[in-house]
């Protein structure tokens, strides 16, 4: 595994869009909406940093299947949202990799009528992009490379690294974290 982003590097990252959206919301009460499993580290660093009236929920996207590091089918599940109608929201996720997640959720929860409607990402994958959206507020733009850590997982794992880290192709096809798949 390589280093891409050292925890020190990704906690000046997370001050600084929290100033940006600090200032941009002016006091105004919002929703910080955390698209889950990807985004809890990121949105329990940022809100603690986050100068507003906020309320936190979550909802759940599902793209990744198994061993895959390439996009399968997308799930999405709003059972745990909050009620947004007339409020500000921030959907805050973890990567914006082809953008197809940020685009069905934003199209979702459009029908639930918030005052306004906005996304941040930490990480954006460079040369990914495949909807015309942009994101909002960016942490990092990254290289193409399958990142793990600070929220983000292969196979589950990794999540709770505090930095970011790119896996290497040998990485990416051992089944060493599924003995049982090895198995078969
Ligand atoms: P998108 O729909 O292609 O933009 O993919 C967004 C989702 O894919 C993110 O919320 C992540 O869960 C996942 N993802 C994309 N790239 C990576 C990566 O490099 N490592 C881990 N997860 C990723
Ligand atoms: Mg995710």
């Known amino acids: 595994m390589k280093t891409i982003l050292s925890a020190d590097q990704l906690a000046e990252g997370i001050a600084r869009l929290a100033d940006e ?20 580290i990121v949105v329990a660093d940022l809100v603690r940093r986050m100068d507003l009236p906020l309320q936190i929920g979550f909802v759940q996207a599902n793209s990744y299947r ?18 947004i109608q007339g409020r500000h929201v ?27 409607l906005r996304c941040l990402v930490l990480l954006r994958k460079h040369g990914r992009k495949a909807v015309s959206m942009e994101p909002d507020h960016v942490g990092f733009e ?3 490379e ?38 078969k």
């Open 66 to 83: 198994g061993a895959a590091t390439e996009p399968g089918e997308l799930r999405i599940s709003l059972e745990g949202l909050p009620d």
């Open 142 to 144: 990254i290289p193409n």
């Open 21 to 40: 959206t600090t200032e941009y919301y002016q006091g105004r009460p919002l929703t910080v909406l955390g698209v889950l499993n990807g985004s809890i």
């Open 146 to 183: 399958f990142v793990v850590g600070y929220g983000l997982d292969y196979k589950d794992a990794y999540r709770h690294l505090p930095y970011l880290a790119a896996l290497e192709q040998h990485e990416i096809r051992s089944e060493a974290l599924l003995p049982e798949v090895q198995s």
């Open 90 to 116: 921030l959907i805050v996720d973890d990567i914006f990799d082809t953008g197809h997640t940020m685009t069905a959720l934003i199209a979702e929860l459009q029908a639930f009528q918030p005052a306004s």
